[in-house]
């Protein structure tokens, strides 16, 4: 049994726990209307934003890891699963209200994810070629470009457009990943440009994923991001990487994507806030204090 499958379990739990700590944090602070880097220096100065920050990057670590055997399309459908950990996690620590259609959504998620897991052959990456990493630099200032003209965004329709955007700056940095995890030497890693193109995206896909959350809904902003980076990952896997699916499962990888897909792309639309917060104009960026109570939100109207 190759290992990858017990990181991806790791990695699922361990981004689950990042949500719920990032979005407790980012509830305290005042929302940016501009693509500000300071955001994240700003919330650096809260304990639970740092400790989420360090689950996430034990998540990103598993998710390396896993990539070394596993499909990227495998990895990347399962990164959404961390969202119902979220979800369980903010109902019984957060007293979150989750609607009934998103419940539902979330349990056509787990669907989606097993179906992935049976149809999923381990297998080495191939190498990527010079063509793949210009790409990867190119995306970068047009991932950035995308989200400097979204930040101007409010409210619900901010979090899903924010959190698609950093979806395909996360999904670049997987794709740098996948091929990166293959390196056998410790000199080839650190002289190898994905390591740096990895690093670039998880920077960019980071600040957007947090200006996402600030605009109120942590499942959607989330689920945006999960849905938007999973294709892209999935379809550059395939194609260039040589990830492999058991012959005769074909059919089972295909349903448990579009399950996966239609299950975060539907959360996005029913998930409803879980914060609230006070908006701040561009140039006056004062975050409230750390120790001040995250505010929670009301019961919840269907729409």
Not at 149 to 162: C, E, I, K, Q, Y
Request: aromatic share 6%.
């Amino acid at each position: 049994m190759s290992p990858g499958w017990f990181f991806l379990a790791a990695m699922i739990a361990a981004y689950g726990v990042a949500n719920l700590l990032q979005s407790k944090a980012i509830a305290r602070t005042t929302v940016h209307h501009t693509f500000d880097p300071g955001l994240l220096l700003r919330l650096a100065g809260h304990r639970t934003y740092l400790l989420g920050l360090g689950c996430q990057a034990l998540g990103f670590l598993f998710a390396f890891l896993a990539r070394r055997d596993l499909p990227l399309f495998l990895v990347q459908a399962s990164v959404a699963a961390g969202l119902g950990v979220t979800a369980l996690l903010g109902v019984l620590v957060l007293k979150w209200r989750l609607p009934r259609a998103e419940i539902v959504l979330l349990g056509l998620l787990l669907g989606g994810i097993t179906a992935l897991v049976l149809s999923a052959k381990p297998a080495h990456s191939r190498p990527m070629g010079t063509a793949g990493v210009v790409a990867l630099a190119v995306a970068i200032a047009v991932i950035a470009g995308l989200g400097f003209f979204a930040v101007r965004l409010h409210g619900a329709m901010g979090s899903v457009v924010l959190g698609s955007i950093a979806g395909l700056a996360f999904s670049a940095a997987a794709i740098a990943a996948r091929p990166l995890a293959g390196e056998h030497s410790i000199g080839g890693f650190c002289t190898n440009p994905l390591l740096y193109l990895l690093i670039a995206h998880s920077i960019i896909g980071q600040l957007l994923l947090g200006l996402a959350m600030q605009r109120g809904s942590t499942t959607a902003a989330v689920a945006a991001m999960d849905a938007a980076g999973a294709v892209p990952a999935a379809i550059v896997g395939l194609l260039f990487l040589g990830d492999q699916i058991f012959p005769g499962r074909e059919w089972l990888a295909g349903v448990g994507f579009v399950a996966t897909l239609a299950s975060v792309i539907g959360l996005t639309r029913y998930a409803e806030p879980q914060h609230h917060h006070a908006t701040v104009p561009a140039g006056k960026h004062e975050a409230r204090r750390a120790d001040s109570p995250a505010p929670l939100s009301p019961a919840r109207t269907s729409r």
